[in-house]
């Protein structure tokens, strides 16, 4: 638990979200799929407190984000999300879209990693959730789409045009934000948007196990090399340097640097702790 707890109190039961916890494995679930788990306003802000839950409580060394049904996440629910809005003033409608983005920046800046798992569509929002994960395990049904202008919004929507052109290139993300056309497995994997492809109806599976292999590592170099990643997007190398050097100062006084060094020299296996 976080040393600074505050006066609130941790939430028993999420209305939005299924949500298990499993020896420092989350596992979230979009549980919707009668609407190819469509998000809603209480979905994104279930999200976005949830996170910042789960990183105040440092009992989460890794999640696993997935979808129930034929999908992982059509994006957000037309009736419920698109035309609720046409009804909402301008504040309302930029408090809205701010929730959309603290969701991809709780992702981003979680101290734990994330790791998506993809079958089926991934389209609107649900393709930026799972461009936020760390990692993006997909099966060959899984297809992308990022389709804000194809209803008639920017394509930058939730951070896409910062996040895609780091991970795929700038020539692939304009023309997956501006023309919105769906993307299969094949092509995800080949330009970089999938980390694993797997065998059909694997990739929860295969989710699951990276995660765990996350959880049983280091976390607190898993959380440093994330929050690393992150800063130094935009850093210049000069500074990116330098942040890195007091970055590892910092951990070689850790105890799992020197639980390394002793399991090394005794020949076990290292006992991580995440200090």
């Known amino acids: 638990m976080s040393p600074f707890p505050s006066s609130a109190p941790r939430t028993e039961e999420w209305r939005h979200l299924r949500v298990a916890h499993v020896d420092g494995v989350a596992t979230v679930t979009l549980d919707r799929p009668a609407k190819l788990n469509a998000l809603t306003f209480g979905a ?27 999908g992982f996440c059509s994006g957000g629910d037309v009736d419920e999300i698109i035309g609720a809005t046409l009804a909402l003033d301008t504040g309302s409608l930029l408090d809205f879209n701010r929730m959309t983005g603290q969701v991809v920046r709780a992702l981003r800046e979680c101290p734990f990693p994330v790791v998506a798992a993809v079958h089926g569509v991934a ?30 919004l920017s394509g930058g929507d939730m951070g896409a045009a910062y996040l895609l052109p780091r991970v795929v290139g700038l020539g692939h993300a304009t023309r997956l934000l501006m023309l919105g056309d769906p993307v299969g497995a094949a092509e995800a994997e080949r330009i970089g948007l999938i980390s694993e492809l797997t065998d059909e109806g694997a990739a929860p599976a295969r989710a699951a196990a990276l995660a765990r292999r996350l959880a049983d590592g280091p976390a607190l170099a898993h959380a440093q ?32 640097y020197a639980e390394f060094h002793a399991a090394f020299t005794t020949k076990r296996a290292p006992r991580w702790r995440g200090r």
């Open 44 to 70: 994104y802000a279930d999200l976005r407190d949830l996170l910042a839950e789960l990183a105040r409580e440092r009992s989460v060394r890794a999640l696993v984000l997935g979808g129930e049904g034929r």
């Open 123 to 152: 389209a609107g929002a649900g393709a930026v959730l799972a461009l936020a994960a760390d990692f993006r395990v997909a099966d060959p049904t899984a297809r992308f789409a990022f389709l804000f202008t194809r209803v008639g």
């Open 225 to 256: 090399t994330k929050a690393l990643l992150t800063a130094e997007l935009d850093m210049p190398l000069s500074a990116a340097v330098e942040l890195d050097a007091s970055t590892q100062a910092l951990l070689m006084t850790g105890e799992d």
